[in-house]
């Protein structure tokens, strides 16, 4: 759901007025802007790096008015971002796209690289009414395993499982490895996906296989963000309008899309 | 009042109503134009494609204005090769016409996308010479009565669907391009494109867009594209739809009474995609009220006061 008409979400420039670093590879933006801070863990922001591109990218806080988002440097656009400095203009459209709904009960949340993000947002809004909060993170190496500490202090330490690939850090596998054990042993309200698709996928399928429930936050191509252009199409949905956040129907409905294609920059559907 | 009182046939085409996606509006797949279609729409219209594929410019392609968005895709398309498979899916689930909206950068290239595109099984084609944001295609031709005769000349004589031509609104006096349309052999008209237009920020003093000037398309150019469909239809007898701002059932008939026979609706479905439900429900309470039997009967009536 669109909370504003798009015609009233135009693009307005802001100053970064922090930037972090989170790993070697990832830093956090903060700036501030007044209709993101009203933003719901889901949801993302088109950032403009005047000059050189416009990207998605999940929202990871808004806590007093100041918004933030955490970015992985993979190409020109999010490597130019990671070079700009406190006090750079950037440009803001948005909040955009759905919200994931509000769980009670035992939440697990899992996430993979950056997108721990937005679950970190939504950790912080269900910590207060959740019985249990699991987390589980998976990262390639102990220094990109991102937010431990703030995880640390939301979650139960006997709540959070950590994974590498390299055995750097937690257990040495990928982060889908210990879920189907933990899903088997633990009961569970309500399971929050967010990473790279493939990973979604093979959660999806852990849980599809148990009848339990799930929501999971998906990427595309992004230009419009406001479902217009459809570069961000699966299956009948549109990621950034009816998007980023699936439920089990909505994701069992793009099964044959989901880790397998993609519409591309040409708009063909081209294999991941 | 009979459910077809809003059907039409519009250049051949049996639509059963009179809303349409517009081109570049979730234009790319099957499922796309499925969804579309159950949300209401009479018809489809695909992205514009043509004879190779395009990956189109860098962000930001897309910038909201004063009620309005200014985009500059530059015409993502995966070529017509690839696209076929698309529009032999898309008849196997639609029930509704699908249009396949064509581009070119010659008289020839037109033809032959347009020609693998019926071959398909498009219902009809419409040309895209009004896309005004890509360097050789796009306005120059649209802009050109001699250019755009010979294309829909070339087109029409290769394929035997309907043919509507897309005009463009940043001409002087676009009968004159209408005109030299119709004389070449198109079946119906679309007016309007979008209209050139330019974001600048004030902060940074630069042109938000990558590719700096897009085509400005929502309620704010209403106005403009209803003079278009106005214009038109005061001097030739040719189906017109009309589009350009329409988002609620009160626009569309406005377009109708203007002389359009159907509309297209594009940015109004970035803020409700069931706006062709709406819409079509708007007008059948309109009729209703105005005592008229079918969409036909109030088609150009403006012309007459
Ligand atoms: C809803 C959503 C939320 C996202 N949230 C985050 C986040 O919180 N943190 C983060 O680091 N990344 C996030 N991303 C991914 C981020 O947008 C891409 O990493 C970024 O656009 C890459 O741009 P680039 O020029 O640096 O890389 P490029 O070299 O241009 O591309 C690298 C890869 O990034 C992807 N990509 C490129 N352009 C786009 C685009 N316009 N839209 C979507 N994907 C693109 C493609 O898969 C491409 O292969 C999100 C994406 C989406 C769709
Ligand atoms: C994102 C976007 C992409 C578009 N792509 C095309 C296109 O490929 N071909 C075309 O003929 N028109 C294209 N258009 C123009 C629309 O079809 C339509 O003419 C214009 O948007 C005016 O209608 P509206 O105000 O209802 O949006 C595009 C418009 C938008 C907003
Ligand atoms: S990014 Fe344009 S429809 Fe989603």
Redesign the pocket.
Known sequence: MLDLPTANNQLRTTQLVQVRTESPT?KTFMFTDRLCSKAKPGQ?LMLWIPG?????????DTSNGVIS?????????????HNLAPGATVGVRGP??NSFTESRGRVLLVGG???T??LLFLAKQLASKTDRLSFVEGAKTASELLFVKEVGGICQEKNIITTTEDGTAGLQCLVTQPLASLLDKEKFDMIYVCGPEIMVKRIFELTEARKLPIEA???????CGIGLCG??VIGKYR??RD??VFNAAQLREMKDELGIS?IG?DGSRIPF | MESNALSIDFAGLNLPNPTMLASGIMGYSAESFHRIAKSGAGAVVTKSVGSQPRTGYA?PTVVQAESGIINAMGLPNPGIDVFTEEIKFSKTILRVPIIVSVFGYSAEDYAAVAKKAADAGADAVELNVSCPHVKQTGAEIGQSPKLLAEIVQQVKAAINKPLIVKLSPNVTDITVLAQAAVEAGADALTAVNTLRAIAIDAETQMPILANKKGGLSGACMKPVALRCVYDIADQYEVPIIGCGGVSNWRDAVEFLLAGASAVQIGTAVADDIEVFQSITKGVENYLRKKNARSVKDIVGLAHRK
């Open positions: 990832v993302f050189i591109d416009e990207i998605p990218l999940s929202i990871m988002v955490t970015v992985k440097a993979v190409g020109d656009a999010t490597r130019h971002l955009f796209g690289g950056t997108g993000a937005p936050s998906l990427e595309r191509l992004m230009r570069s961000c990621v950034c998007g980023p993609k920059f | 962000n």
